[in-house]
């Protein structure tokens, strides 16, 4: 019997994911890189998503499964960090898909830079069906990464994360008032104890859908991030300017549009060219979205 401890402790917290959940799964046990425990928390499901995954605890020894009954996101990450003993810590969401290679190029960067104690990598933002939305390339560089942190601005992506778990520790995880922004939080308290980094390679699809975290406590996720930015300038005692880029989310979401125009998806551009116009209506670039994907012809090329 094989008694040694593994290198990397996957944790993830599942809460009704079921449409996603096998996909998301699958991704982590197909990594290159196998020397893992993989920490699963059922945060009390009343989908399917419970019996999706005792199928998969049958049958993978590496699964660990929890289920109780819901107490949100915080406190079960909190709760799974508790069990893990792997030198790092690997964030996954039930809804993402992560890249063979994920595991294997974070581990080895991680080993090779000592100063460094979490590392995310780019992405490829997707949608509820698979289809390529925008691609994220957030800067690699530690000063850059805490810059825009100290300002409200989250360039590390949770579920891409590797963290080193004496580290995360030592900072107390994840901090359990915040039910949004606990990353953020996270993210500013391990930069006070080393360097933060971005692989440049795409190593996750993170997917974006109207029941995702993000989408349904956008308001809230901008409370909590400026109380993590504040409590974070009060450690280090300086005097922060809290600058979101208020129009990033509109942003993105016009250039989700016009991907999904230019791919001959024009049901799907229409859509995000009205949730463009309901978040900013003064704004012409949602009317030109609309305009095209209702009007135009499709791109030549597209069916």
Request: net charge neutral; hydrophobic share 40%.
């Amino acid at each position: 019997m094989n008694n040694s401890l593994p290198t990397v402790s996957i944790l993830m917290s599942v809460y009704n994911n079921d449409r996603f959940l096998s996909a998301a799964i699958d991704s982590m046990l197909c990594q290159t890189f196998t020397d893992f425990e993989f920490l699963i928390l059922d945060d009390g499901s009343t989908d399917r998503s419970a019996e999706i995954l005792r199928s998969y605890a049958a049958q993978d020894a590496r699964i660990r499964l929890t289920r109780r009954e819901n107490r949100g996101l915080t406190r079960s990450l909190n709760e799974l960090l508790a069990q893990a003993q792997g030198e790092f810590i690997a964030r996954m969401d039930a809804d993402d898909i992560a890249l063979p290679n994920r595991l294997a190029r974070q581990v080895e960067f991680l080993q090779n830079l000592p100063q460094i104690v979490c590392v995310g990598t780019a992405q490829d933002w997707i949608d509820e069906d698979g289809d390529k939305l925008h691609h994220w390339q957030p800067t690699g560089d530690n000063a850059e990464l805490q810059a825009l942190m100290l300002s409200g601005q989250n360039h590390l992506c949770h579920p891409s994360a590797l963290i080193r778990r004496e580290a995360m520790l030592k900072v107390g995880g994840y901090d359990e008032s915040l039910r949004s922004a606990q990353d953020l939080d996270l993210w500013l308290k391990l930069g006070e104890l080393g360097e933060l980094s971005n692989l440049p390679e795409v190593l996750l699809r993170y997917r974006v859908h109207r029941d995702s975290v993000s989408e349904r406590q956008a308001t809230q996720q901008k409370q909590n991030a400026l109380l993590a930015c504040e409590r974070a300038w009060q450690r280090r005692g300086i005097h922060g300017h809290y600058a979101p880029s208020r129009a990033w989310r509109h942003q993105f979401i016009v250039q989700c549009g016009w991907q999904l125009w230019m791919s001959g998806r024009r049901d799907k551009a229409i859509r995000y060219g009205l949730r463009a116009i309901k978040a900013l209506p003064l704004n012409l670039e949602g009317w030109r979205l609309l305009t095209c994907a209702s009007l135009k012809p499709l791109p030549e090329g597209q069916p």
